[in-house]
Each structure stands twice: as structure tokens, then as C-alpha cells.
């Protein structure tokens, strides 16, 4: 969770104009919305007035532009409207059109910041929540596209633009911000290659396009109705779409992303992946079946077995045991947790020492569950082919499980990993052993 307060207009404001691909006359209208209501569109020139929402469920078809639709009612070319929006720091609003397709103005986003700035933005009461990239996202939609997203603070892009035989290539990193969005991402116009446009004519498509809203490439010169406005106006664009498209995960992005090559597709296919990531931290813990009497320790019978204690005790009840050999431990990792406050300020990370504690732990429980080894303490000895394959984070559930392969006197070994939701946070190969207190 940010601690940022959601956004949304402070008023009404609307424009006309005609749209890219049908070159039907359209007015949009931006009207301020509840927290927590996201970015929706309306078509008001149907009878119901259908809404569909700004997410990537909603993507039909990624053809040069973004299409959403909701059963049979679609809106085109939503990705500039989106953008500007994200870029201005607008969490809510409804978007409502009397036809499928938002007008294209000059082919940028700069028209609808400017809708946005005569709205006005309003602070809202409830915190902005985001998506808080904790480790690289990577996604290779092939011809050389590429989109990697790493952790970092706030929304950075960077983006290698690369046409037809490697013309125009042009790269821009940038951290966005509503100040750089407008001055330096929303004026950026899009852009087709001249040998694109007859195919695109033919699927009946930019039907609105013209040499005032788009810029043509042909061959090694550019074809528009007025001056570049960057040297590097094309890869502006590009980000400018990545921005939209990504945010139709449904949450704004705290991270660094990284895109070679991209479009509409790679751009969706990766908020897809996001809101993959999101689900499965939203979802439930999977359910596990828990015995009943001896086979289930609460918290109060760990800790007539195990010596540690706060703030070192890493297991908080046991919830079955396989044979004598086989034990899984749970633990609720809570922002309370000590280790936090260091590890890492606005970034928690659970330390991977400590997972590799909280195996040794559990593994301890079964040797001193043994009527030999009662009233002993446990030693850490080893660790061997210790693997940390995803960040465990405040909120999450960790699921511990060993299995001892080899007891020699006091001495055991055991094969050890840990789990949040199914997915494999650490693994390692112990060796711990018991001795009198």
C-alpha cells in the first residue's frame, strides 16, 4: 500500500473530435469518480449504456491500438486516454463517449491532459494502492520484442524504439512523474511507416488518420504537418502507450521497466503477467488439511518444545506431521516483525537466513518430538544447495516444510523448503543435531 491518496477529478470536462480508426465524430467526456472505482468507460450512445473497465480481462484485440470490450459492446484506442490519465496521477474516472472510439486530436496524449487540467484534480481520503515490484518480470514476446520490469522507487521507463530494418531507432529513459508526463511524455504524437498504412486501409482501419494527427515514416523521411517535436519523438510515443497499456493490470507500477522493441500486444501480455502476480497475492492460502490431537501443535506446544522465543521463534504451530519423518510448520509474516524496520525501509523483505532458521526449526520439532531427544536444544550445523527463488513479504503465509533423510545418533539431515502460496520461496539440504542443555 502507497502512502499517496487516490486521485481523481475535481470536475466535468469534455472534448470532440474525430476518432483514428472509424473517423466517427465522438465527444469524451472525464467525470470524477469514487475511490477505489479505477478508470471505466461508458457508452452513453447505447440504449443500457454499458460500462467496460480499464482492464487487461477486458482486451479483445491489440491491432495498433488497445480494444476493450464487455460481450459485444467495444471501445478502440483506449491506451492515450488511459496514459494521460496514469501520467497526471487520476487513480478515478469515467470516461464517457457517444461512440466506440476516443477523438485522436494530434495523435497524442496532450488533448486529453489538457481535459484533465481544466477538470481539475482532487485528492481523495483512502490510500493509493500499488503494485510494488519485488522482483524482475520478464516477458519475450519474440521478432526481438522484450519487456523486463525490476524493482525501484516511484515509475521509470526506459524503452528502445526500433523500426522496419532497424530505422529510427531512438532510446529514452525516463522517470515519470505529472510534471515530466506532460512536458516531456504527453505532446508525443504517434507514428506509422509508410509501408504499413496500405494493409491497414485494407482491415479498415485510421479511417480518421491524416498528416495532422499521426506522423508517417517514408523510407528515411518524415512526412507531417508540422515539426518534429522531439528528436526523439517516436520512442516518446512508445512510452507513452507503455504507460497505458501496463496500467490495465489495474494497479499503478512502482518499478523500473525496461522495453525493447514494444507495441500493444508485448505492452498487454505483460499486464497480464502483472495481474497474474496480483491475483495470487491477493488469493486465499491454499487450503491444507489439519489433523486433529497429537499431529497438531499450536503455538503454546511448539514452544514446550522448541527453547526459542521472541523475537527468534520462526514457527508458529505445526500443522502435520508425515511419519516420524516428515513435518510442515507455518508461519504469519506480519509487518510487525522486528527484521523489517531494517530490512528493507520501504522495501520488507523477509531475510533468506531467517527462512533458512525457520526450516531448521521445524526440523528440530521432530528430533525433540523423540522420546530420546526430549529437553535437548537443537543446533544448526549446515546448509547445503540453499536456493532463494522469490521474496517473501509482509502478508504472506509461509509454509515450511522438512523431511529428515538421515538420523545418525543426534545428528539428522533433512531436506527443507519454504512455500508462500504454493510457490517455492527457499530451499536447502540441513544438518542439525540435539544436545543435553
Known amino acids: 500500500m502507497s502512502t499517496a491518496r487516490q486521485k481523481t ?17 465522438v465527444t469524451l467526456t472525464m467525470k470524477p469518480a469514487p475511490a477505489g472505482h479505477g478508470i471505466r468507460f461508458r457508452r452513453v450512445d447505447l440504449d443500457d449504456q454499458p460500462f467496460i473497465d480499464a482492464h487487461v480481462s477486458k482486451v479483445q484485440t491489440v491491432e495498433r491500438a488497445t480494444t476493450l470490450a464487455e460481450g459485444s459492446v467495444k471501445v478502440h484506442t483506449v491506451e492515450h486516454v488511459i496514459s494521460a490519465l496514469v501520467g497526471m496521477g487520476v487513480d478515478n474516472a469515467l470516461i464517457e463517449m457517444d461512440a466506440n472510439e476516443p477523438p485522436i486530436g494530434d495523435g497524442s496524449s496532450l488533448p486529453f491532459v489538457e481535459c484533465i487540467k481544466q477538470a481539475g484534480i482532487e485528492e481523495q481520503e483512502e490510500y493509493r494502492s500499488v503494485f510494488e515490484v519485488r522482483e524482475p518480470l520478464h516477458m519475450d514476446a519474440g521478432n526481438g520484442s522484450l519487456i523486463t520490469i525490476v524493482p525501484g522507487k516511484g515509475l521509470k521507463v526506459s524503452c528502445t524504439q526500433v523500426g522496419p530494418d532497424g530505422r529510427f531507432t531512438q532510446h529514452l529513459s525516463m522517470d515519470i512523474t505529472p510534471e515530466t508526463y506532460e ?98 497475492t491477493r488469493s486465499m492460502v491454499p487450503p491444507v488439511h489439519i489433523p486433529h490431537g497429537e499431529s497438531v501443535l499450536d503455538t503454546v506446544e511448539v514452544q514446550k518444545i522448541l527453547p526459542h522465543r521472541y523475537p527468534f521463534l520462526m514457527v508458529d504451530r505445526i500443522v502435520g506431521f508425515e511419519g516420524d519423518m516428515g513435518c510442515t510448520g507455518v508461519k504469519q509474516v506480519t509487518i510487525n516483525e522486528p527484521y523489517f524496520q531494517g530490512h528493507f525501509p520501504g522495501h520488507p523483505v523477509m531475510p533468506g537466513v531467517l527462512q533458512i532458521e525457520a526450516m531448521a526449526q521445524v526440523g528440530s520439532i521432530i528430533l525433540l518430538r523423540m522420546p530420546q531427544h526430549q529437553g535437548k536444544v537443537g543446533y544448526f550445523m549446515s546448509a547445503d544447495k540453499v536456493k532463494f527463488r522469490k521474496p517473501v513479504v509482509p502478508g504472506d503465509t509461509l509454509f515450511i516444510e522438512t523431511e529428515l533423510t538421515k538420523i545418525r545418533r543426534s545428528i539428522a539431515s533433512a531436506n527443507c523448503r519454504c512455500l508462500v502460496n504454493g510457490e517455492v520461496t527457499a530451499e536447502a539440504e540441513l544438518k542439525f543435531a540435539v544436545i543435553d542443555t
Do not use: W
Request: net charge negative; with cysteine.
Open 183 to 280: 512536458k516531456e511524455i504527453a505532446p508525443a504524437r504517434t507514428f506509422v511507416f509508410y509501408e504499413d498504412v496500405e494493409p491497414l486501409l485494407e482491415k479498415g482501419l485510421i479511417k480518421g488518420g491524416s498528416l495532422e494527427n499521426a506522423v508517417v515514416v517514408k523510407g528515411d523521411s518524415v512526412m507531417s504537418k508540422e515539426e518534429m517535436r522531439y528528436d526523439d519523438e517516436f520512442v516518446r510515443h512508445k512510452i507513452l502507450d507503455i504507460i497505458g497499456d501496463l496500467m490495465l493490470c489495474g494497479k499503478r507500477i512502482n518499478g523500473h521497466i525496461i522495453a525493447v522493441k514494444p507495441g500493444h500486444g508485448p505492452n498487454t501480455k505483460m499486464a497480464e503477467l502483472i495481474d497474474k502476480q496480483l491475483q495470487n
Open 9 to 25: 477529478l475535481a470536475s466535468s470536462s469534455s472534448l470532440t473530435g474525430t476518432s483514428l480508426h472509424t473517423g466517427e465524430q
